[in-house]
């Protein structure tokens, strides 16, 4: 979880505010192509207060909710989702991955 400073709280939520807009925020990444940049260039785990402006908030938030941009980002979302739900039934890569991972460790407790 990040932590954030009082000023960049203080511009992300004046952004937010000034879009005008109604929307659920959540941590997205660009190399999935599902988000949009606000400034932040890299991941840290405790951001500084100069890292991103409430103008570019705005921005971003009237690309997302209101451009062109979203319906190729909901396809994408949706195949993810789609990739997701494959990856967790039984079978599925990560069903399949949880599955060796117990039975390594059950053969390391019997040794």
């Given amino acids: ?3 954030f400073g009082d000023s960049l709280l203080g511009e992300i939520a004046m952004g ?3 879009s005008g807009e109604q929307f659920i925020w959540v941590l997205v990444t660009e190399v999935l192509k599902i988000g ?5 260039k ?10 991103v402006k409430w103008e570019a908030i705005v921005k971003a938030v009237k690309m997302v909710l209101a451009g062109e941009e979203i319906k190729e980002m909901r396809k994408r979302v949706k195949a993810f989702a789609q990739m997701a739900r494959q990856a967790i039934e039984e079978g599925g890569s990560s ?7 117990i039975e390594e460790l059950g053969c ?3 040794s």
């Fill in 16 to 18: 937010l505010e000034a």
């Fill in 1 to 3: 979880m990040a932590k």
């Fill in 42 to 51: 890299k991941w840290t785990l405790c951001m500084g207060d100069d890292g």
């Fill in 95 to 101: 069903d399949l991955s949880l599955n060796a991972l």
């Fill in 36 to 40: 949009v940049s606000i400034g932040a």
């Fill in 108 to 110: 390391l407790s019997h």
